[in-house]
């Protein structure tokens, strides 16, 4: 196949990127600049100039291919509901030229609205986006295309990993170093799921081969990785002191991550792997934590 990737470039997409070169398949990645599209020659894909602010590039790019991957995010969290929002558009756009043919549409998806304090499953809708979640407007979106008889399914990921980079994790370890302590709230006891960006990789080729409308995918790996964990070894890492933070002194803390290290959102991903037989064999969040270069 040939596949349109965005966020080609990025953590999970350049991984996926590899992952379909492995598998065979072409990739056209969408490239914002001359160091995007050096980079995409050297893993052997193909380049398209463009970028997800600019709507026609991205209605050219999934044009003439037989399924696109759609990985690209505004990663800028103090513009969060709107950066959703655009979200919202792009994954219209990408869909508009494939309306009336069987090429899959793999959108990227998180987490972070599962209900807290239950093993959340693929059956999980989200709320919706009017009531508060804005990342829920992606499965919304999503859920627009398959109502257009276009093969659109989602992929969620969680706290994603390996020993060079830790996705949202990044965060903590830098408010550690600027804090001085590894914090977590309360007892900590808040779960996260997680998973290697190689084995999420896969799941998004094995969804592009053979995924099914509508469906959701969940790139679970750790089910759910306690905070009070995550802490001690951000604190180990960076030889500082692993703390408590009380959930009023949250804010104060964390801002704007509060409401992120405050979730207890366990997750599974039993009906992915049964459907697409998805087995992933990676090492564990905890692991390559600890493998981290900290310095």
């Known amino acids: ?3 349109f990737v965005t966020g080609a470039t990025g953590f999970v997409g350049s991984a996926v990127v590899k992952e ?3 598998a065979g398949h072409q990739v056209l990645g969408l490239a914002r600049s001359d160091a995007a599209a050096a980079a995409l020659k050297a893993a052997g894909a193909q380049v398209h100039l463009g970028s997800i602010e600019d709507l026609q590039s991205l209605r050219d790019g999934a044009s003439d291919v037989d399924g696109v991957i759609h990985t690209a995010f505004n990663h800028d969290f103090s513009k969060y509901v709107e950066n959703c929002a655009a979200d919202r558009h792009v994954i219209a756009a990408l869909g508009s030229v494939l309306i009336g043919t069987d090429r899959p549409l793999v959108i990227t998806t998180g987490m972070t609205f ?4 239950r093993l959340g499953t693929e059956h999980d809708a989200p709320p919706p986006s009017v009531l508060g979640p804005p ?6 979106a999503t859920t627009a295309l398959v109502s257009q ?3 659109a399914m989602v992929v969620r990921l969680p706290q994603v990993h ?11 370890i830098a408010l550690a170093r600027e804090k001085g302590i590894a914090a977590y709230v309360g007892e900590g006891l808040q779960r ?3 998973v290697h960006v190689s084995d999420a990789a896969v799941l998004y080729r094995l969804a592009l081969e053979k995924g099914v409308a509508g469906h959701r995918y969940h790139a679970v790996h750790d089910q759910g990785v306690a905070l009070r964990d995550i802490a001690a070894c951000i604190g180990q890492g960076l030889k500082l002191p692993v703390v408590s933070v009380t959930p009023e002194k949250a804010a104060e803390h964390f801002g704007w991550l509060a409401p992120f290290v405050a979730m207890d959102i366990p997750a599974s991903s039993a009906l992915t792997r049964a459907e697409l037989g998805w087995n992933p064999s990676r090492p564990s969040l905890l692991s390559d934590l600890g493998q981290f270069a900290f310095a």
Do not use: C, H, N, Y
């Open 1 to 3: 196949m040939r596949v």
């Open 20 to 22: 379909l070169r492995a």
């Open 114 to 117: 599962l209900a807290e304090g």
């Open 135 to 140: 990342r829920s407007a992606t499965e919304e």
């Open 149 to 151: 008889q276009i093969r």
């Open 162 to 172: 390996d020993p060079l980079k830790q996705g949202f994790i990044s965060f903590l």
């Open 192 to 194: 996260w799921p997680a």
